[in-house]
């Protein structure tokens, strides 16, 4: 397979492989896969290789093209290096993280180690979904009565998470620890109400006819903080196909580019603080144009502009 380059708007905005002699991991689409050998093409639309032969394979669920695969790795990244372990990554319908965008809220890792997770209730809110967008991993916890009258979601079992409204927030304590608090503002209703935005536009890339940026973004009316939900379409970016990439994140507002201090710039961040998109906001015309990861407009007189829908 003809290996790809970093797209042109992800190449200014995305850094590559972290250089930390740690272990490091990498999730893409399986483009290709022999005995020993595979190939993945990731959400930046970078082409990697590894050898499996010594991997871990003990949550790889078999090896087919378009499955998504996580693969773990030691030191900087080199073509056809060798992987640690390589493991099956569950498909979740797309509209899974729509659900958990438009219908759940967020709650934040105390020890700030972890990413965030999102929490629904189904209709009778007899039960509580949690979703790790960073595994795609969901678990079902059942509510349950306490003596004193309140609320719990959990499973009958003394390692599972317990869910509770508490103190004004939602929270989630293992074995009698606090691992989870939902942000205090997300309930603080002189914020106002919640309201959600989207954004769309087709912006160039090097290797594809460009593109297709879709972005939801929910806030309280007052505040500058926020979430979003970003969907990346590859045009004809795999084999003449449209390949479509989902991140959900927080939504930060800032002041100030690089060459205007009273610019107003939208910062999102992804769930796993791995890549950050930086947008200027043009309130009259309401628009996001991207920026640079210093805060510098693309000057290349192409588009960069999404429009409000």
Partial sequence: MKKKKVLFAACILLAGCNSSPNEESTKGI?????????????????????STMNADKTNLKGLLLGDTVEIY?????????????????????????SRFFKNGFRVEAVDGKEPGIYVVFSDDSM?????????ENKEILEQRSLPSGEHVWNIEDDDTKNLRFAEGCWTISQRG?????????????????????????????ADCPGIKYQLSIRNREHSGDGYFMLRLTYIEGEDGKDITFTSLGKRYTMRGTAT????TVWQLKTNNNKETYNFLYN???????????????????????????
């Fill in 283 to 309: 309130d009259t015309k309401k628009t996001l144009t991207l920026l640079t990861q210093d805060l510098k407009t693309i000057d290349s007189g192409l588009n960069y502009t999404l429009n409000k829908k």
């Fill in 177 to 205: 620890k606090l691992v989870y608090k939902q942000a205090q503002s997300d309930n603080d209703t002189s914020l106002g109400e919640w309201q959600e935005s989207y954004f769309e536009g087709t912006l160039p890339a």
């Fill in 73 to 97: 790795y030691g030191g900087n990244y080199k073509p056809g290096m060798e992987a640690d372990s390589i493991k099956t990554v569950a498909k979740v319908a797309e509209d899974d993280y």
């Fill in 127 to 135: 039960k509580a979904e949690l979703f790790s967008p960073e595994n």
């Fill in 30 to 50: 399986v483009t290709d896969a022999s005995m020993n050998t595979v190939t993945i093409v990731t959400e930046k639309s970078d082409t990697l290789s590894f």
């Fill in 260 to 263: 205007d201090n009273n610019a």
